[in-house]
């Protein structure tokens, strides 16, 4: 199918085809119009795509505005994605606090690298005082669940 015929499809407010679309523009401007779409008729993947197309052009501010929308919709990874901008002061100055808040819940929605890096920045005491109590549980569940790191 070609470009053409995607165009229509989202033209005629089919979801799938905005996705489609949004994917297959190379100009973000435009993307993110599609994106924006689909979003609005419910599509959280389009939030999270969006976040992660302006944060790979280097546009942080507008990714986590994307992330944000996403995480509002229940995204764990957004949230995780929202956790590492904070972490890393992409967007404003570093946020270890709202950092942790964002792996918290990411964690609460199965994140599990989101769980590890929380385990991690417990045990280390980067985000406070540490808490190796808190960390050990974590890592616990980690373990029970598979994960290559706990």
């Known amino acids: ?9 989202a033209g005629l407010g089919i979801p799938e085809a905005m996705l489609t679309l949004a994917r297959a523009l190379e100009d973000l401007d435009q993307a993110l119009t ?6 609005a008729l419910g599509f959280q993947d389009a939030s999270l795509e969006a976040g992660l197309r302006c944060l790979e052009s280097g546009r942080a501010a507008e990714a986590a505005q994307w992330f944000r929308k996403a995480s509002w919709k229940g995204s764990g990874e957004a949230m995780y994605r929202l956790a590492l901008m904070e972490l ?4 404003g100055p570093a946020n270890v606090r709202e950092a942790m ?5 990411a964690g609460e929605q199965g994140h599990q690298e989101a769980m590890f890096l ?3 920045l417990l045990m280390s005491g980067e985000a406070g005082r540490p808490d190796p109590s808190s960390a050990l549980d974590l890592l616990g569940h980690l373990g029970r669940a598979g994960h290559p790191g706990a």
Do not use: P
């Not at 199918?1 to 499809?9: P, Q, R, Y």
């Not at 599609?34 to 979003?39: D, K, L, Q, S, T």
């Open 34 to 39: 599609w994106y924006g779409r689909a979003e």
């Open 1 to 9: 199918m070609g470009l053409g015929w995607i165009e229509k499809a």
């Open 88 to 91: 890393a002061g992409q967007g």
């Open 101 to 105: 808040s964002y792996l918290r819940q």
């Open 118 to 120: 929380r385990a991690t």
